[in-house]
């Protein structure tokens, strides 16, 4: 078992194709993306299984930034993710092997939790029977379109146009409009004006809005509603491989009104066959706006798995801040903060 260095990224690229497919160039920008420019863990935490000089299976840590309680306090939680195993070694305990190696380092560094926000049904099985507690499924929902237009629809209009387009019948200071790169500065001071309700949730500011969308793995659409100040956002985002599946992956606004004219435009002027989103924390509003507008359940859920890395803590409640961390209804939870947005 080895600690990732910078002499094992072709090695590690080359694993990732099990995972990501045989895009190289894809694959070398989206492990820079997600371990060399983490702006919460700045050392890039890959732990690697080796049999002689063969790179055999790694699991990837990167860093998350969460606030908690009224008033607040931050913490960085590390977010296991990118679990490869070359065919031949599967089923062999080199999966157990690796999380014990890295349990102990994140010990080592002073980490006391361990958490996966995207966490399909082979990765929940095996991680329960290594400790890990369920604390609860995302709940997606979907709506089906009718016509079959893709993302690149709004790409193809935001190459010509600095404003994608603007719903004509709104004041420009209620005016929805669509970009193709995010206002960071705008969204963050957005963020700041709402209230919070002391659940979980990650930090949004500048610094995660820049780092979190410029993942080389996915292509996003901001739409917003506001005048000389933002009064409401809405991120869309699609996989580069392809696929129909637009996702709605954060979404605030001022207002119930406001986050009605998002979600409005996001269909109307989006047209996407498939759109979807997590339900999971969604507000009694939000819940109600969703199945007004033909959301449904969607029938596969991935689910938030949390793990203390101490072993002495394994029978003890997990909570930060009087938060039990293996309780669903403890977070405000966004697509964008977990590897599926």
Do not use: C
């Amino acid at each position: 078992m080895v600690l990732y260095g910078p002499e094992h990224s072709s090695l590690v690229v080359a694993l990732q194709r099990h995972l990501w497919g045989p895009d190289t160039e894809r694959n070398t920008a989206y492990l820079d993306w997600k371990h060399h420019q983490n702006p919460y863990i700045r050392e890039p935490l890959i732990y690697l299984a080796f049999v002689d000089e063969q790179l055999v299976g790694m699991r990837g840590v990167f860093g998350t930034r969460w606030e908690v309680g009224e008033p607040s306090e931050s913490l960085t939680l590390p977010y296991a993710d990118d679990l490869v195993i070359e065919p031949a070694f599967r089923r062999r305990g080199v999966h157990q092997q690796i999380m014990r190696f890295a349990l102990d380092d994140l010990d080592r560094r002073g980490y006391r939790y361990l958490i996966n926000l995207s966490a399909g049904a082979v990765t929940r099985r095996t991680s329960v029977l290594m400790h890990w507690r369920n604390a609860g499924a995302m709940m997606p929902v979907q709506r089906h379109g009718k016509r079959r237009t893709m993302m690149d629809s709004l790409a193809d209009r935001a190459s010509k146009l600095p404003i994608v387009w603007r719903r004509g019948r709104k004041r420009r200071s209620e005016a929805t409009f669509a970009r193709a790169t995010p206002l960071p500065d705008e969204m963050e001071s957005l963020v700041n004006r709402l209230p919070t309700d002391g659940r979980l949730r990650h930090v949004r500011d500048r610094t995660y809005f820049q780092w979190r969308f410029r993942n080389p793995m996915r292509s996003y659409r901001f739409l917003y509603a506001g005048g000389d100040s933002l009064d409401g956002y809405l991120v869309l985002q699609r996989p580069l491989d392809g696929g129909d599946r637009v996702s709605i992956v954060d979404w605030e606004a001022a207002s119930d009104s406001v986050s009605e004219e998002l979600l409005t435009a996001a269909i109307d002027d989006g047209g996407f066959s498939v759109l979807s989103a997590w339900s999971l924390g969604a507000s009694p509003a939000v819940a109600r706006l969703l199945d007004r507008h033909g959301f449904s359940p969607a029938a596969r859920s991935k689910s938030i798995l949390v793990r203390s890395v101490r072993s002495a803590d394994l029978e003890e409640p997990w909570t930060v801040a009087g938060r039990a961390l293996d309780d669903a209804s403890q977070w405000d939870l966004r697509m964008l903060y977990s590897m599926d947005g």
